[in-house]
């Protein structure tokens, strides 16, 4: 069994991406794959911004990257780029991180004008740390994650066509990997 691990790095416990990430966890557990979630949010703030290397917390959620035959790595764009918080973590794994794992960076973003944020910020710093089975990413609109009035999220069908068909190429490509690592 895969294991996975999605790494959020929204600041926001109401973000829309949560939609998207239940979503993608539906898909991961559904396809056999044992999935955790890591919020970077709720690591201590402290240990972020100051680059605690050993603080307990930090160390607990890098084991967790380590341990992990693949990553999907999530965040909402802000300014073009990914969000700080998610920068805070990524620059506290180690060099080679994401070496031999598989990677599928999802983004979502206020407009289609955002879409290659994936391809021009996130997958540079995900490749320097060490992703070579990085995936193309999905990109989702935030006008396409719905909320209803009891605050439930759902995805439209156009994004949670695309985004069903990058997390069966996700897991189609991390078997065949685990098992020449």
């Known amino acids: 069994m895969a294991r996975i691990v999605i790494v959020s790095g929204s600041p ?4 829309r991406l949560n939609g998207i990430l239940d979503y993608a966890q539906t898909v991961l557990e559904q396809g ?3 999935v ?6 709720d690591l201590p703030p402290h240990d972020l911004v100051h680059a605690q290397f050993d603080s307990p917390d930090v160390l607990k959620a890098v084991a967790l990257v380590e341990r992990a035959d693949a990553v999907l790595i ?3 764009v802000y300014k073009a780029a990914y969000t700080g918080l998610l920068k805070t973590f990524l620059d ?3 060099q080679k991180a994401l070496a ?3 990677v599928l960076p999802i983004a979502i973003g206020g407009t289609i004008a955002h879409l290659l944020s994936i391809d021009y910020s996130l997958k540079p710093v995900l490749s320097a740390l060490g992703a070579t089975r990085l995936q193309a990413g999905a990109f989702i609109v935030d006008s396409q994650v719905l909320r209803d ?5 759902t995805l439209e069908e156009g994004a949670s066509k695309r985004l069903r068909d990058a997390l069966q190429s996700f897991l189609d490509e991390i078997e065949p990997a685990r098992q020449n690592a």
């Open 92 to 94: 506290l794994l180690p």
């Open 32 to 34: 056999g794959a044992s």
């Open 12 to 15: 926001t416990p109401t973000s």
């Open 36 to 41: 955790d979630r890591l919020l970077v949010r």
């Open 100 to 102: 031999r794992k598989t």
């Open 74 to 76: 999530a965040t909402p």
């Open 149 to 153: 009035d009891e605050g439930r999220l």
